[in-house]
């Protein structure tokens, strides 16, 4: 009885944990982590491996290997989070240490001409496709177009150069400041604008047919 | 406006982020010219597209494998943060021994060579000198001495009487010649 009573106890106090760290800001949740919170970091990996998947997987296109490097970003925050500077904001930091990896990966592709983005694309099997993309009310057709169109969308994203894709990225699906960016993608305010404004010409252009 | 100013402004004006006098000339601009306002429009239908991409979800044993990836990383940050410990007493232990064994080394290696021989040097002193000591007399004179005087006066006074009555009275036979 008291065995039940004590795990119900232990049961209530971690909700109760789960439930402050919940409500709490980024920065706070990091200070809790560093003070010895271990709950903390989950509470991190909740909040980030889906932004962090979706931005890694458009900028790589192989959502296996976006998988992985996320996991790897996780590992490194955990690493040296205790020497993240804390007057800046934890996900501009986060997402830094997601562009590098990507950079890294698409370098490394770039090296091994047998591993191209649009390979890794074709690869992508139906089984794989998010559910939430089909909408069941909708005609075959419509069905039919939509995915047509998705792929189509998907594949323009990766004929951008790398680096006007990341920061159109950034920007559009994760809707980072161009500030942000700049910190993010190591670069001045201007090129962040240049590069931005031009993503989203080349995108349009090649985009434009498909849709009219 | 002219197409050009449109142009360079337009990263902004999808933003939202021109101030309120620009933003009316960029809205008066795409009524006035339709090549612009086309590629306004392309521009917006486009992002609005990539904007609606449906987000992709981590796999089911996402976490699990993060998991058993951070365990290791925590035995891993155990073992990092003893093995520079062990690693400094390791390198205080072998430079210390090494210290000893150059010591030992170089007072056996030395021993046997002929040593010069080397003296604390000397420091010649002018002699003190000799003070004369202060005979005391006798208890039975001091002893005599009249209780209104100090006692050690009253000796050394008794003590010099004989000199002084001989140089008196060897003035006194200057002064008679």
Redesign the interface.
Known sequence: MADIVRKQKVSVEGATVRERLQAMDDSAVVTAFLGGEERA?SEL?TRY??RL??FV??TIGD?EKA?DL??EV??RV??HLHRFDRSKKFSTWVYTIASNLAKNELRNRSRNPLVLFQTVQKNFQDEDR?L??EDTTSRPDDMYRKRH??EI??ET?AKLPEHHRNVFILR??EGKSYEEIAEITDCNLGTV?SR??RA??S???I??PY?D | MDCREFCDQ??AF?DDTLAGIELVRMQRHILECEACASHDA??R???L???N???????AD??Q??EA??RT?QND?LFVTTQPNLRRSAIAATVASAIMLAYIGSTLFHSDAPRDLVMSPVVATVPEPELTPITTSTPAIVASVSAGLTIWPAALFAEQVPVRFAHSSLELANYTR
């Open positions: 970091f990996v491996q889906t998947l979706n997987y458009r959502r998988e996320v996991q996780f590992i955990y690493r998010p939430q993309f169109l998705r969308v998907e994203v559009e699906l604008k931005l404004n989203r010409n995108f349009a252009e985009i434009a849709v | 337009h990263l999808v392309k521009i239908r486009a992002l597209l990539f904007r991409l449906p987000s992709i979800e981590p796999s996402f976490s494998r993060l990836r951070l990383c940050n």
